[in-house]
């Protein structure tokens, strides 16, 4: 268990449409950071949230975007969806720290189907 | 290309057996590494991680080898059991100094397999 929750767990969508990916971060933990990971391939960094801010941003177009809530939670949207944006999309947090670094722990994904 | 890359697609292993899944980086400003395993259908598992002012690091039944000189990062498991049968992914952070805000760069993934 690493405390960080994502929801839903499986969706389908059609081309076209908007969706919306929750997570809940691990407590305590003050930054959260989006992946997507297509089928046989590793994680791809979309952004990171810090304290409610974007601080860092992959090679993804905007209409990706996200939300980090004051209690740490976060939003992934996604416009526009094209069949390509089927993935599973990680949520991560971390607590930076100087002692222990910067320890990235991950949610069981969210499965977008788009069609 | 990747920053990040995985020597081998797949490794096949005896039970018991030790088992070492290699990784190549080639940002030389990288200064923190992770290993995650991954279960089919499950996110990303932390397993141990490492910086760069360290050359191996142990954990339980793991053990995470960097020589930055050639850019290498390898993972030890050691007396490998059927449960660790995934796929392993080498991470990299450039930006450890500064709370991560570059993110992860993964590689591909080495698929475990563990033979009975």
């Known amino acids: 268990e690493t405390g960080v929750t994502q929801s839903p767990t499986h969706l389908i969508k059609t081309r076209g449409q908007q969706v919306t990916l929750r997570c809940s971060s691990q407590s305590g933990h003050n930054t959260v950071s989006w992946y997507q990971q297509a089928l046989g391939q590793g994680p791809q960094f979309i952004f990171q949230?810090?304290?409610?801010?974007?601080?860092g941003r992959g090679n993804f177009p905007p209409r990706f975007s996200g939300l980090q809530f004051p209690n740490y939670s976060s939003e992934l949207n996604v416009n526009a969806l094209e069949l390509d944006d089927s993935a599973l999309y990680l949520c991560?947090?971390?607590?930076?720290?100087?002692?222990?670094?910067?320890?990235?722990?991950f949610g069981e994904g969210s499965w977008l189907t788009v069609v | 290309g990747e920053s990040v890359g995985l020597h081998l697609p797949t490794l096949s292993v005896q039970e018991g057996d030790n088992s070492i899944i290699n990784c190549a980086y080639s940002n030389s400003a990288s200064d923190y590494f992770i290993w995650y395993k991954q279960e089919s259908g499950k996110g990303p598992q932390f397993i141990i991680d490492i910086r760069s002012n360290m050359d191996k690091r142990q954990g339980q039944r793991v053990t995470v080898l960097l020589n930055k000189t050639v850019k290498h990062l390898s993972l030890q498991i050691a007396a490998t059991q059927p449960g660790d049968s995934a796929v392993y992914f080498c991470a990299e952070n450039p930006a450890y100094s500064g709370g991560g805000a570059d993110g992860l760069t993964f590689g591909k993934g080495t698929h475990l397999i563990i033979q009975p």
């Open positions: 991560a947090s971390s607590l930076w720290d100087r002692a222990s670094g910067n320890t990235i722990y």
């Open positions: 949230y810090y304290r409610e801010e974007e601080n």
